[in-house]
C-alpha cells in the first residue's frame, strides 16, 4: 500500500490489514468518480486485459486461486472454465450485489465508494469468458447504491471503457443494473436468474440448471460476488502466481472480514486469507471483548454458519486441536472446525446473550425469507419458529427442543436450493452446542398438557 494515502480520522486501517478490495474505501480525497478513478490508475488493467488472449486472462485467475468471496468459496476461474467450448448462445455475466446475509456489510461500501473498480472487474471479466452484456443485480434496500452505479456506468460509456468498440478493440458490452426483488432468496444465483427475468425468484434445480450452462435465458451465465469480480483487476496487475502468494495455500488472496456482536472495534477488515486467527480478529482487529464479559459463541460465516462455543476444541484431521481463538480465518479450516467461512460475517457473542433469544431471532428471519417453493422449507422453517417463539415466551415442554432439532433435520438436504441449509443449520448446530441453556429455558410441568381438542382444530383451520 502506497504511503502517500492517508484516511479519514478513525477510518485507518488496522496494522495487521493488507487492502487491495478497500484500498480506497473512506480514503482522503477519493470519490466515486471516473475522473479519480483514473487518475489513481483505474482502468489501466482494463486496456492490458484487452490485448490479451482470453484464455490467458481465465488462466491467470485460475493460477491466483481465487475463490468466491460470496459464501460458497468455489474457485473462480474454474468457474468461468465452465461454459462449454461448442457454445454458440450469448454469454452472459451477472455480479450478485444482493448482499443480504445478516452479519455481511462489505459490498455495500465498494458499491458506494469505489464503484468503477467493480465496473473495470467486470468488462474484463466480460471480456474473458466472451459476453456482451451483463447485469448488476443490487439489493432492493441499496437505493443509494442502485443511483450511484447509473452515474458511474454513464461514466464509464462517455470515456469508451463500455458499450460499442471498447478501447478501439471492436469488443462490444454493456451493463445494466437491476434492483432485486428484496428478499432473500435472490441472492442465490439461479433464484437470481429467476427473478432477472422477472419471475418469483424460485431458485432452479441443479443439474441441470447449472448457470454456466444454462442460466439467463437458458443460455451459458457466470454469476460472480462484488468482490470476487473486484479481484480480478488485482490478479491481473500482480499476476496470478504472484496474487497466490498473499494468503495462504488454497485459500489465496485477501478478503474482507465483517465483524458484529459483542466486540469493542466492530467493523471491516480486509486481511490475507487464513494469516490471521479468530483470537487475533476479537483481540487485536476489534479490540477484545466488551469489559467484564466472557466469550460465549461465534458464527464465523455469516448467519447459516453453525454457531461455534467458545469452549469447544476442534480436533482436524492433520491430527491438530484447535480453541476457537486457534481458528485460521480460512475457508478449508473453517470447515473442518464444523462451520464455514461463508459471507466473511463474523458475528461475537459474549456471555449476556440468551442463546435461545438468538436462535429465535434467526429463525424469525429465515421463516419470513423462505420463498415458499419447497415445501420441507417453507413449512420447516415457520414450524421452527413457532417452537423457539414458545421458547422464548417461556410455554414450551423440554421435549420441543428436541422437536426443534428434529424438524431442522427433516428439512436439511430435503430443498431444491441452499436456503434448507441455511435455515437448518444454525438450529442443528445451537441445539447441539447450548441444549441444556434451552432446555432450562422451557417449562417441564407442560410436558404433559393437554391439548384442547377445540384448539386443535381451529389452527388446523378447519373451525
Known amino acids: 500500500m502506497s504511503a502517500a494515502i492517508t484516511y479519514k480520522a478513525g477510518k485507518q486501517p488496522h496494522p495487521r490489514e493488507h487492502r487491495l478490495i478497500f484500498r480506497n474505501i473512506d480514503r482522503e480525497g477519493f470519490n466515486p468518480s471516473i475522473e479519480c478513478f483514473v487518475a489513481n490508475g483505474g482502468y489501466e488493467m482494463l486496456k492490458k486485459a484487452v490485448g490479451m488472449e482470453r484464455q490467458a486472462i481465465i ?3 485460475k493460477k491466483s486461486g481465487l475463490r468466491g468471496r460470496g459464501g460458497a468459496g468455489f474457485p473462480t476461474g474454474v468457474k468461468w472454465g465452465f461454459i462449454p467450448p461448442t457454445n454458440t448462445k450469448p454469454v452472459y455475466l451477472i455480479c450478485n450485489a444482493d448482499e443480504s446475509e445478516p452479519g455481511t456489510f462489505k459490498d455495500r461500501y465498494i458499491l458506494h465508494q469505489d464503484p468503477h473498480q467493480l465496473i473495470e472487474g467486470m468488462v474484463i471479466a466480460c471480456f474473458a469468458v466472451k459476453a456482451t452484456l451483463a447485469y448488476i443485480y443490487v439489493r432492493e ?17 462517455a470515456n469508451n471503457f463500455l458499450g460499442k468498440n471498447i478501447l478501439g478493440t471492436g469488443y462490444d458490452l ?3 443494473v437491476h434492483r432485486g426483488a428484496g428478499a432473500y432468496i435472490c441472492g442465490e444465483e439461479t433464484g437470481l436468474i429467476e427473478s432477472l427475468e422477472g419471475k418469483r425468484p424460485y431458485p432452479r434445480i441443479k443439474p441441470p440448471y447449472f448457470p454456466a450452462a444454462l442460466g439467463l435465458y437458458m443460455c451459458p451465465t457466470i454469476v460472480n460476488n462484488v468482490e470476487s469480480l473486484c479481484h480480478v483487476k488485482h490478479i491481473l496487475e500482480m499476476g496470478g502466481e504472484e496474487y497466490a502468494k498473499l494468503g495462504t495455500p488454497n485459500n489465496t488472496g485477501t478478503r474482507i472480514l465483517c465483524v458484529s456482536g459483542d466486540v469493542q472495534k466492530p467493523g471491516y477488515f480486509e486481511v490475507q486469507v487464513g494469516k490471521v486467527t479468530m483470537g487475533e480478529v476479537i483481540n487485536d482487529l476489534c479490540g477484545g471483548l466488551k469489559p467484564g464479559r466472557k466469550l460465549k459463541a461465534i458464527i464465523p460465516g455469516g448467519s447459516s454458519a453453525k454457531v461455534l462455543r467458545a ?37 461475537i457473542m459474549d456471555d449476556s446473550r440468551s442463546m435461545t433469544w438468538v436462535i429465535n431471532n434467526l429463525n424469525n428471519f429465515y421463516a419470513h425469507e ?3 417453493q419447497c415445501t420441507p422449507c417453507r413449512e420447516g422453517s415457520l414450524w421452527m419458529k413457532k417452537i423457539s417463539d414458545r421458547i422464548v415466551a417461556g410455554e414450551a415442554s423440554p421435549s420441543d427442543v428436541a422437536e426443534l432439532e428434529r424438524v431442522a433435520n427433516n428439512i436439511e438436504g430435503k430443498t431444491i436450493c441452499a436456503f434448507g441449509e441455511a435455515c ?19 417449562k417441564p410441568d407442560l410436558e404433559q398438557a393437554v391439548v384442547n381438542p377445540e384448539t386443535m382444530l381451529a389452527a388446523a383451520g378447519l373451525r
Open 311 to 347: 469452549d469447544e476444541v476442534f480436533k482436524l484431521r492433520d491430527g491438530r486441536e484447535l480453541g476457537i481463538m486457534d481458528i485460521p480465518m480460512d475457508f478449508d479450516t473453517m470447515a473442518a472446525c464444523g462451520s464455514m467461512a461463508g459471507s466473511g460475517g463474523v458475528i
Open 370 to 372: 423462505s420463498c415458499g
Open 424 to 442: 437448518s443449520w444454525p438450529t442443528q448446530s445451537f441445539v447441539k452446542k447450548f441444549r441444556e441453556e434451552m432446555i432450562g429455558d422451557t
Open 141 to 157: 434496500e441499496f437505493p443509494e447504491a442502485a443511483i450511484i452505479l447509473e452515474k458511474a456506468l454513464a461514466e464509464a460509456r
Open 59 to 61: 488462466d491467470e485467475v
Open 174 to 176: 454493456d451493463i445494466f
